[in-house]
């Protein structure tokens, strides 16, 4: 526990030196520029591709649980989804969450290994379809990206550190899924989700769309920053920031966002300071769209207050009524 804490930590002070070196060298107006344009027809646009993104998105959970033998109804998926992206918004670490998530679908499936096991699959089939489209389009797209990404690679200081970051974070996957059950019954379970027959279309399907809004909202988010570069050019700068927004070292998503595309932006020659001002709307815009989870998160605390006070309530009402008989009756 106690290490895991500091990992954590770790984590949290990694993306909050990427934001600092930002505001160091780009300035703190790289940040406020953007916001000054967002309007409300911005802000209702988010809501609507957040709507989409995220009914794709628990209908992928959705599947997933049904090839994993637990039943999950889409309209409670959305309403949990939309919970999740709130929290995961607001709150350190961006995966809070989607670890509510897991714990609160426990008492609908009766399973919380099952459960969990559920989201993790979710999840990762929305990561492997990023990076495998994301990989596609810096491999087939010619851009200024792509070159000075390869040139990068290639230089010994930049890969032979990435090499050893990609081997320890290999390492520490097949640790973590060593330290996993891996009973017979969980290892069926496991290949009843995902390698179904039945559910590889529709989760394949599913991330593609979403990955699609994800891409829709940024290109978004840089029209509203002022950058009017084509869009087929803006993809694959778009694409590299979403592949650095799932690192697990942000803020709330925050961080290696910005710093991939502020670099990505900026050796596309569009300046990276409007790659950083694109990423802050993308973000001010993927919260706004997260919103709604605010409610479905108030409106559930209310009903269960509602409930956890009726018995006081009727225990009162009992009372008030035994004391108001005799006073009738003389």
Known sequence: MRRSGWVSWLRLLVGAGVLVALVWHLGSAAFLAGLR?????????????????????????????????????????????????????????????????????????????????????????????????????????????????????????????????????????????LRRRTGHTERAEARQGLPSRAVWPGVALSSVAVLAGYLTMFVLAARVAGVDAPTAELVPLVVLALLAMALPVNIGGWGPREGAAAWAFGAAGLGAAQGLTASVVYGVLAFAASLPGALVLLVRWAAGARVGRRPQFELEERVLAEQGAPQRRT
């Open 37 to 177: 344009r967002i309007d409300a027809g911005t802000l209702l646009a988010a809501l609507a591709i957040g709507l989409l993104t995220t009914v794709l998105s628990a209908w992928r959970w959705c599947l997933v649980a049904r090839g994993l033998g637990l039943r999950l109804p889409l309209g409670r998926a959305v309403a949990d989804y939309y919970r999740a992206l709130f929290l995961n918004a607001v709150l350190p670490g961006g995966v809070l969450g989607d670890v509510h998530r897991a714990v609160g679908h426990r008492g609908g499936a009766g399973d919380l290994g099952r459960g969990v096991r559920a989201v993790i699959l979710e999840r990762a089939a929305g990561q492997l379809v990023l990076l495998v489209c994301g990989a596609a389009v810096l491999l087939v797209r010619p851009s200024p990206v792509s070159s000075a990404l390869a040139h990068a690679l290639a230089s010994p200081g930049v890969a032979l550190p990435a090499a050893a970051l990609c081997a320890v974070a290999l390492a520490a996957a097949g640790w973590w899924c």
